[in-house]
């Protein structure tokens, strides 16, 4: 028996109201007293201008990201922001974030297969199936 990828589900924000809420999240941060450490969550929340969690920022956009900062905060940046506050930091984590992403998503689909795969070799023997018989021509 195939065993299955592990996937670790990510964070999904809908909403600020998903952000606001979480224990660690603090609306003012100031990036010349902190370092980002991690990102821990990306949105994308086109129906609500989220401000720049970034003191010296606030700017509105509609997609960012969650990150953990140094002294233990979570705040939201856009992706500008990040980029212009935090430099090479914010590439670096961006992209393991966004790597990590599309290795979750390669997982859910090869589950996918995995689960599904009896059904797929089974289709597959039917078409042969017909292109033996000559129900099919190739």
Known sequence: MINKFEITEL???????DIETREKYKFDVDPSKTRLVD??????????DIHCGLSN?????????LVKTSDDYETNIGNYCGR???GNDFAV???AYLAE??????????NEVVYNSKDIFKRIDQ??????TGLINL
């Open 93 to 95: 984590q961006k992209n």
């Open 101 to 110: 992403r599309r290795l979750q998503n390669y997982r859910k689909l090869l």
């Open 39 to 48: 990102i821990i969550a990306y949105y994308d929340i086109q129906n609500e």
């Open 127 to 132: 078409l042969k199936n017909k292109v033996r």
């Open 84 to 86: 212009n506050h935090f």
């Open 57 to 65: 920022c606030h700017q509105p956009h509609h997609m960012g990201y």
């Open 11 to 17: 964070l999904e924000i809908k909403s600020m109201s």
